[in-house]
């Protein structure tokens, strides 16, 4: 009917002018941040822990974004976007150049044995670009960054989606001694006899399974399996999203390197990043 023909078009109209809107306030955001003078977007860092000595080995790099009136709007809604308009690109390049530079500086404030590393996330349209080693060898270069303290994330459904080239392309990166990360392991369509083509340092083992770990077996044997894995094929592992102590011990228990979560801390902005590593190095 006529009424009903008009409601829909009145959401989908509203729908279409606030996605639009979303666009043209992120490209505004991201051209400010390029200029340095962004109040919008930052980048926050979760520390990671070694569960065996307690002491931060890194940092996750995760873009925040507060818009010009004042609201956080969370990366879930606004990644897709910049994904869709190729927006991503540009705010890629800067997120991991911010993160370059904060790194470099805890780097030179702190000493810690073993080195601190950045982990940042590489959306599909970055990786996919054909001069991405050439940007990011640029970008190391003009901080003075050593390629081993930088480790890339992508996800599992983008490592599957072709083999072969995301081999290639990995082979490459790990040429300027980078390190790599299959993230949100576990819930794409993991082929389990193509993972040990990947030449990847370490798998992230999906926040969904660990908050599950102790309230089902399917899922704690999930983890277990996972980890084993890993360690027969090489890798080191991250449990994400531990909130709780008995998730840590659990994890430290079936030897899984490094966990990352609520328990340890949210992601922080740079100083109160900065403050956590003193704490920490002064122990
Ligand atoms: P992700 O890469 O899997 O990042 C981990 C997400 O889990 C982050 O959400 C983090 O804040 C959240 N998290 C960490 N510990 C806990 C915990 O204990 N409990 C709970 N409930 N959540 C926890 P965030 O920052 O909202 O990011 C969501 C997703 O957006 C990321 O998932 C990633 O896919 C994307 N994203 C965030 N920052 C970036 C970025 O700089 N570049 C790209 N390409 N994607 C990003
Ligand atoms: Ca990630
Ligand atoms: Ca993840
Ligand atoms: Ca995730």
């Known amino acids: 009917g006529k009424a009903r023909y008009e409601v829909f078009s009145v959401g989908m109209r509203t729908q279409v002018v606030s996605r639009l809107q979303l666009e043209n306030d992120l490209r505004r955001a991201i051209a400010s941040a390029i200029e340095g003078n962004s ?89 996919a670009q054909p001069d991405l080693i050439e940007r990011i060898e640029q970008i190391l270069k003009k901080i003075g960054l050593n390629g081993h303290s930088l480790k890339l994330e992508i996800t599992e459904s ?78 080191d592992v991250i449990a994400e999203g531990i909130e709780t102590a008995s998730q840590m011990e659990k994890l430290r228990i079936l030897q899984c390197e490094y966990g990352q979560g609520y328990f340890f801390s949210k992601p922080l902005h740079a100083e109160a990043a900065t403050a956590l590593l003193s704490q920490y190095t002064n122990s």
């Open 158 to 235: 983008m490592a599957m989606k072709d083999v072969d080239s995301t081999i290639a392309k990995i082979l490459r990166l790990k040429a300027l001694n980078l390190k790599f990360s299959i993230d949100d392991f576990g819930t794409g369509y993991s082929s389990l006899s193509y993972l040990h083509r990947f030449p990847v340092d370490t798998l992230k083992v999906d926040r969904s399974f660990v908050s599950r770990m102790e309230e089902t077996t399917e899922d704690a044997a999930i983890v277990q399996t996972i980890v084993m894995l890993s360690h027969i094929l090489g890798m």
């Open 39 to 127: 109040q919008e977007l930052s980048v926050h860092y979760q520390p990671i822990v070694s569960l065996e000595t307690g002491k931060i080995a890194g940092f996750e790099a995760l873009v925040r974004w507060q818009n010009s009136q004042g609201k956080f709007i969370s990366p879930v809604e606004f990644i897709p976007v910049a994904e869709e308009t190729g927006l991503i690109v540009t705010l890629g390049e800067w997120i991991l150049e911010q993160s370059c530079r904060q790194l470099r500086i805890w780097q030179q404030q702190f000493t810690m044995q073993p080195e601190l590393t950045i982990s940042v996330n590489l959306s599909s349209q970055q990786f």
